[in-house]
């Protein structure tokens, strides 16, 4: 049995067979829902999964014509998708406890991914949807024109939107917590001062949630479609904002991993950037 759970502890399920895929997507939506690079998908027959808790608590977004996606209203963790249908029920990776049992089997909608990720590993890739999941290319998004000094972030839906100057840093995290937040392998997380940050639309859309036993820890979402969005901590002086969720380009590229000591089991660090067990000592 593998259990799943989000940030808060609000939503929790179980899966009670075997897992039979997983995969990375790289897929615009998927980036902006998770505020990450990529998301990982489980997914198991739908007659292996049940709710424990929080059913009640999921918030969902149609996305498309093809797709509705799920997530927690109390912490934007994204939720399980459920396809009685097909057969199937798919979870993100990043919410799961221990070790799933599986690894991941290729990259998907490779020929949308983040000009900002390379992929290091070597793992199938396919441009849009395996042929074997059905085919496809997926729906396309608006772009938006790169300014001059300025990284520009959005949500899912669009409604709510940011921008950011001159950036300090940028890190892969591995952490337990941010792995939840993001429901994803792990997040890439770039900072700035609140100085060089605006909200240029939606601000009052934005809810924020902290972990309670957490000294700073916490992240943002869009309450219209979960969308992971920038957050302001006042308390440090500085702006956390979901690479996954840029628009343009920020002119800067990660610099390191952190926290790998307790990165997930299933995922291997393959690129040649830095490893921190924590933080770095700078």
Same mark, same amino acid.
């Given at each position: 049995?593998?259990?799943?759970?989000?940030l808060c502890g609000a939503l929790e399920y179980q899966f009670t067979a075997p897992f039979q895929m997983m995969m990375h997507c790289h897929c615009s939506m998927c980036r902006k829902h998770h505020g990450a690079m990529f998301a990982t998908f489980v997914a198991a027959p739908y007659s292996a999964f049940r709710w424990v808790r929080g059913e009640d608590a999921l918030e969902k977004f149609k996305?498309?014509?093809?797709?509705?996606? #799920?997530?927690?209203?109390?912490?934007?963790?994204?939720?399980?998708? /459920?396809?009685?249908?097909?057969?199937?029920?798919?979870?993100?990776?990043?919410?799961?406890?221990?070790?799933?049992?599986?690894?991941?089997?290729?990259?998907?909608?490779?020929?949308?991914?983040?000009? /900002?990720?390379?992929? *290091?590993?070597? /793992?199938?890739?396919?441009?849009?949807?395996?042929?074997?999941?059905?085919?496809?290319?997926?729906?396309?998004?608006?772009?938006?024109?790169?300014?001059?000094?300025?990284?520009?972030?959005?949500? /899912?839906?669009?409604?709510?939107?940011?921008?950011?100057?001159?950036?300090?840093?940028?890190?892969?995290?591995?952490? #337990?917590?941010?792995?939840? +937040?993001?429901?994803?392998?792990? *997040?890439?997380?770039?900072?700035?001062?609140?100085?060089?940050?605006?909200?240029?639309?939606?601000?009052?859309?934005?809810?924020?949630?902290?972990?309670?036993?957490? +000294?700073?820890?916490?992240?943002?979402?869009?309450?219209?479609?979960?969308?992971?969005?920038?957050?302001?901590?006042?308390?440090?002086?500085?702006?956390?904002?979901?690479?996954? @969720?840029?628009? *343009?380009?920020?002119?800067?590229?990660?610099? @390191?991993?952190?926290?790998?000591?307790?990165?997930?089991?299933?995922?291997?660090?393959?690129?040649?950037?830095?490893?921190?067990?924590?933080?770095?000592? *700078?």
């Amino acid at each position: 049995m593998t259990r799943g759970v989000c940030l808060c502890g609000a939503l929790e399920y179980q899966f009670t067979a075997p897992f039979q895929m997983m995969m990375h997507c790289h897929c615009s939506m998927c980036r902006k829902h998770h505020g990450a690079m990529f998301a990982t998908f489980v997914a198991a027959p739908y007659s292996a999964f049940r709710w424990v808790r929080g059913e009640d608590a999921l918030e969902k977004f149609k996305s498309s014509e093809h797709g509705v996606r #799920s997530y927690c209203r109390q912490c934007g963790s994204v939720g399980p998708t /459920l396809i009685p249908e097909s057969g199937f029920a798919f979870a993100p990776a990043g919410n799961l406890d221990g070790d799933p049992g599986i690894r991941p089997q290729g990259h998907m909608f490779a020929g949308s991914k983040s000009a /900002l990720y390379e992929i *290091t590993d070597s /793992l199938p890739q396919y441009a849009a949807v395996p042929p074997d999941f059905g085919g496809g290319t997926g729906v396309a998004r608006p772009t938006v024109e790169q300014r001059e000094g300025v990284a520009d972030g959005s949500c /899912l839906c669009g409604d709510v939107a940011y921008e950011v100057r001159a950036p300090m840093r940028m890190y892969h995290c591995h952490c #337990s917590r941010c792995r939840r +937040a993001r429901s994803a392998a792990h *997040t890439t997380n770039m900072f700035s001062s609140i100085a060089d940050f605006s909200f240029t639309r939606g601000e009052h859309l934005v809810k924020e949630y902290k972990v309670p036993e957490a +000294a700073r820890f916490g992240v943002s979402f869009c309450t219209r479609c979960g969308g992971k969005v920038a957050r302001v901590s006042r308390e440090r002086g500085t702006v956390v904002v979901p690479v996954g @969720a840029l628009d *343009t380009n920020p002119g800067m590229l990660p610099q @390191a991993n952190i926290f790998v000591a307790s990165k997930a089991p299933w995922f291997d660090i393959t690129d040649a950037l830095p490893q921190f067990a924590e933080m770095p000592p *700078t």
